[in-house]
């Protein structure tokens, strides 16, 4: 895996940029018995149309979506950014049908352009 120069900068998140709870801010809950108990906050999802599709995948029976992520992004932990693209209650429903076609996109915020399969590798 390539270390980006960006990794160096200190992240306002103790997450990896590639994590999908990176700039995520935490709260605490106050406990009846005054027990101080920190969490996430929610992660907004992003609207799958408004995130620029690089390819669509049609579904075989030996995919998965970490197998699918390590395929277009070089790193099966973002099998998160695909679930984002493409509204399904459940991770497994991505691959759960073969024939399926599902939509690759780059994070939000990136805009781009669709690739050709020889552009993918």
């Known amino acids: ?20 709870y990176y700039g995520i801010g935490t709260a605490v809950h106050t406990a009846p018995d005054g027990r101080e108990v920190p969490y996430l906050r929610r992660r907004p999802l992003p609207q799958p149309t408004a995130l620029a599709q690089i390819a669509e995948h049609v579904v075989t ?45 780059l994070p939000e915020g990136v805009p781009g352009t669709a690739m050709s399969a020889v552009e993918m590798g």
């Open 61 to 105: 029976q030996a995919d998965r979506s970490d197998l699918l992520a390590n395929r277009y992004f070089g790193d099966a932990g973002l099998w998160w950014r695909i679930a984002d693209a493409n509204p399904v209650l459940h991770p497994r429903e991505l691959t759960d049908t073969p024939g399926r076609r599902i939509r690759i996109t």
């Open 1 to 20: 895996m390539t270390i980006s120069p960006l990794d160096a900068i200190p992240a306002p998140s103790p997450y990896p940029r590639t994590s999908r």
